[in-house]
């Protein structure tokens, strides 16, 4: 079984700054299978990079994906207000078909 | 655009079978080119894939409730279901249901959730 380590669990940041988060594989994966989510609450998630680095569509390109092998960040080059949320990332082929990580909570500092 | 919306009980009580359903509207069900999953997030814990259903009605199951879950889709109503037998307070989570994709592109495949439901609450207690 795959697992998908998300860190930090929090990150507090202000708007306009650069947030960089984390997702490692306990093992090298392919990067095809790699996406990320925005979740907030009472809200669907919502896709944002699949492909490790593709946008989904109607993304905004301040949302970067990059990453190969274990290692995969996704980074929000200007924090919005809309921003702040949990983000998952995600992992298929493992078993069950799916994985993902715990999140990581990024909150207004 | 797509949107999607589940539905359930709300409470369930030990050893019943929880029941839910997704409704699809602005687009088709029956379009070949997704599977219909469903997603829990039980309390404290991370998200868990539990199962897709295809419109044809071909499933996949998470191994670790197949035993328990069947997955059922209505092409009519354009909805599809998941029914999970013998509940017990572990199953108590936030449901999801979801679209996937599998797209390809320069002969490299991907697989993600595009569209998702905003979720339905159920807590299984006496």
């Known amino acids: 079984e795959i697992v998908l380590t998300q860190s930090p669990d929090t990150l507090s940041l202000s708007p306009g700054e650069r947030a960089t988060l984390s997702c490692r594989a306990s093992?090298?994966?392919?990067?095809?299978?790699l996406a990320w989510y925005q979740h907030k609450p009472g809200q669907a998630p919502r896709l944002l990079i699949y492909g490790a680095s593709s946008r989904a569509t109607d993304i905004p390109d301040r949302f970067t994906g990059s990453g190969s092998g274990a290692d995969f960040t996704l980074t929000i080059s200007r924090l919005e207000p809309e921003d702040f949320a949990v983000y998952y990332c995600q992992l298929y082929g493992t078993s069950p078909r799916y994985s993902f990580g715990l999140g990581t909570k990024l909150e207004i500092k | 655009q797509v949107q999607l919306q589940e539905s359930g009980p709300g409470p369930v009580r030990p050893s019943q079978t929880l029941s839910l359903t997704c409704t699809v509207s602005g687009g088709s069900i029956s379009s070949g080119d997704y599977f219909w999953s469903w997603i829990r997030q039980r309390p404290g814990k991370g998200l868990e894939w539990i199962g897709y259903?295809?419109?044809?009605?071909?499933?996949y199951y998470n191994p670790s409730l197949k035993s328990r879950l069947t997955m059922s889709v209505d092409t009519s109503k354009n909805q599809f279901s998941l029914q999970l037998s013998s509940v017990t307070a572990a199953d108590t989570a936030v449901y999801y249901c979801?679209?996937?994709?599998?797209?390809?592109?320069?002969?490299?495949?991907?697989?993600?959730?595009?569209?998702w439901g905003k979720g339905t609450t159920v807590t299984v207690s006496s």
């Open positions: 979801a679209r996937e994709v599998s797209s390809s592109s320069w002969g490299s495949y991907y697989y993600y959730m595009d569209v």
């Open positions: 093992q090298s994966v392919s990067s095809n299978y």
């Open positions: 259903i295809f419109y044809s009605g071909n499933t």
